[in-house]
């Protein structure tokens, strides 16, 4: 896979690049990048990139011919993607989607955005890390090339592991974890962590992902495949949840 990115603030993106799974994957080879300043192509004597919005309003639009000049520069683009609160949400189905891709150009926005031509001419598609603002897109496009770059083969030393994480296939969130020692300041891990049954064990984290999804993100269930052990486990929980309602009335609590 290869990542152009075009940014005002390639300092930005180099400093994450250089830390943790993106840079192992690329001393292996499995991602490239190429980094594009936008102020490269500025023709102001200032590399000044942005300029007042046509109608009024607040705050700088970035020009056309800076983003033109510097998207043309790459030849082969692949998939172009603005950064962008406008854009489409990013999530995991689309994470997997893109790390099939051979090529991607991330375009970081910056101020109230960019040039609408620049979108019409160049633009596949808007992407989102979420419905907040940022300063600028360097740190969407972070989020995306991370989230990317696990999904490509090779990238992690054991391929398994990125399907046992939080949003992997079966769309549930991630199972409480615990490491040594299995006491703690009074503080104990679960008993059946500790028993060595493993079907217990596949048991038990399969139900905690489903009461974490229920209580952090119950919209997920919209999108989610239920298995047979998956309903079996969901009416367990709300079984200890009804005995749990009725002891606390008995009780007057």
């Given at each position: 896979m290869v990542f152009n990115i075009l940014t005002l603030f390639p300092e930005t993106?180099?400093?994450?690049?250089?830390?943790?799974?993106?840079?192992?994957?690329?001393?292996?080879?499995?991602v490239r990048f190429s980094i594009v300043d936008i102020r490269e192509f500025s023709t102001d004597r200032h590399k000044k990139v942005d300029d007042y919005p046509f109608g009024g309003g607040t705050g700088m639009v970035l020009s056309p011919d800076p983003l033109f000049k510097a998207l043309e520069c790459l030849g082969d683009r692949g998939r172009t993607v603005y950064l962008s609160?406008?854009?489409?949400?990013?999530?995991?189905?689309?994470?997997?989607?893109?790390?099939?891709?051979?090529?991607?150009?991330?375009?970081?926005?910056?101020?109230?955005?960019?040039?609408?031509?620049?979108?019409?001419?160049?633009?596949?598609?808007?992407?989102?890390?979420?419905?907040?603002?940022?300063?600028?897109?360097?740190?969407?496009?972070?989020?995306?090339?991370?989230?990317?770059?696990?999904?490509?083969?090779?990238?992690?030393?054991?391929?398994?592991?990125k399907f046992e994480e939080s949003f992997d296939s079966t769309g549930l969130l991630e199972y409480e974890q615990y490491t040594?020692?299995?006491?703690?300041?009074?503080?104990?891990?679960?008993?059946?962590?500790?028993?060595?049954?493993?079907?217990?064990?596949?048991?038990?984290?399969?139900?905690?992902?489903?009461?974490?999804?229920?209580?952090?993100?119950?919209e997920l269930f919209g999108r989610i495949e239920l298995t047979n052990e998956m309903r079996d486990i969901l009416e367990e929980i709300h079984n200890d949840a009804a005995k749990e309602t009725s002891h606390e009335s008995s009780t007057g609590n």
């Open positions: 993106i180099r400093c994450f690049l250089r830390e943790s799974i993106v840079k192992r994957a690329a001393e292996k080879g499995v609160p406008a854009g489409a949400l990013l999530d995991q189905p689309k994470v997997r989607e893109l790390a099939r891709l051979e090529r991607m150009t991330l375009l970081c926005g910056h101020y109230e955005g960019i040039d609408q031509r620049v979108v019409d001419r160049f633009v596949d598609e808007q992407i989102s890390i979420g419905d907040y603002v940022l300063t600028g897109g360097e740190i969407a496009a972070a989020v995306l090339v991370d989230s990317v770059t696990r999904e490509i083969d090779e990238t992690l030393g054991n391929n398994e592991s040594r020692p299995a006491s703690y300041r009074g503080l104990e891990v679960p008993a059946v962590l500790l028993s060595g049954n493993h079907g217990e064990i596949e048991r038990w984290r399969l139900k905690r992902r489903l009461v974490n999804t229920m209580k952090a993100r119950p």
